[in-house]
């Protein structure tokens, strides 16, 4: 099948959240609010982790990358939703929106990759800690890091890469308050089965794939836990995972909620309201469930507080 530009199409309208009056000046402030505290909260742990020398480790070395990720994964969406609130025109253009999905798509299927290499990190810190060492040393999650970074960024420009190519009918709305895949593939002049089954099967694979591993590294964490003698031992081992687990349940609860589950069963509003909660909800609560239960990253908060007010 050849695919070719028929569509005339040179600009989207995005309907965000409709016509909300006076309560978009509240709207506003809040998500203002709350995309201010996710570049504060996730800027604030990779300095953290690049400044203080007791950070120097892979297990925080994720975590700066993930912390890196979601402010560019909220910034990818956030400064639209917050232009929608107050413009009358919410028009975007064809090549902005193809752009916009592009790093959309790309940084979601590498936090999947990256929550799949922490969860394989602690599962060999949990199940081979003799090993450990040698076996994640820093070539090596700097080439897993490195490898989640290429993947996802290679992976998303097949998918998205075919969009331009094909044909785009009126109207020319967008159900959503930024450019999503699945809102895309309604506007198709003619149903393309073959379009949507290569959508289907690479975000499985770049989703389900990574899910899996994180199942599976958590199976052989829990049979390991479990084998352990003391409830001291076993308590500290799951604490070692228990903020990785929490985030991954919070980022894949609210991706299978939004696309798994049918959207017969919400309301138009409700369902395009699910979005914000893993592109602007779900990114603030990443850095509090890992400072607020480490506690080397609070001391290391106080030392770089310190020091600062010392040079003032």
């Not at 820093?138 to 993947?151: G, K, M, N, P």
């Amino acid at each position: 099948m050849q695919w070719k530009k028929q569509t005339s199409i040179s600009q989207f309208i995005l309907l965000g959240f409709g016509n909300l009056n006076e309560a978009w000046i509240l709207l506003f402030a809040q998500f203002l609010v709350i995309y201010i505290l996710i570049l504060v909260g996730n800027n604030l742990t990779v300095v953290l982790v690049v400044a203080d020398q007791h950070l120097h480790t892979h297990m925080y070395f994720f975590l700066g990358n993930l912390s890196f990720l979601e402010t560019c994964y909220t910034s990818v969406t956030a400064p639209q939703l917050l232009a929608g609130f107050q413009e009358e025109d919410r028009t975007i253009f064809f090549r902005d929106c193809i752009t916009q999905l592009y790093f959309f798509r790309s940084l979601a299927c590498i936090e999947c990759f990256l929550l799949a290499v922490m969860a394989y990190d602690r599962y060999l810190a949990i199940c081979n800690p003799l090993s450990y060492k040698v076996m994640m040393n820093f070539r090596v999650y700097l080439q897993l890091v490195s490898a989640s970074w290429i993947t996802g960024f290679s992976a998303t420009a097949f998918v998205v890469g075919m969009v331009p190519q094909l044909s785009f009918c009126g109207p020319k709305e967008i159900n959503n308050f930024f450019c999503d895949m699945e809102e895309l593939l309604k506007l198709f002049c003619t149903k393309s089965s073959l379009a949507e089954i290569i959508v289907l099967v690479s975000c499985s694979l770049v989703s389900l794939v990574p899910f899996f591993l994180i199942v599976m590294s958590y199976i052989f964490i829990l049979s390991a836990i479990l084998r352990i003698a003391s409830s001291a031992g076993r308590q500290k081992a799951f604490s070692t995972c228990a903020s990785h687990l929490l985030v991954v349940s919070l980022y894949y609860g609210t991706i299978m909620i939004t696309y798994v589950t049918p959207s017969v069963q919400w309301s138009p509003s409700f369902h395009k309201s699910l979005p914000l909660m893993y592109t602007v909800i779900t990114p603030i609560f990443n850095p509090i469930i890992y400072s607020l239960r480490n506690k080397e990253v609070k001391e290391a908060f106080r030392k770089v507080m310190l020091q600062n007010l010392c040079m003032i």
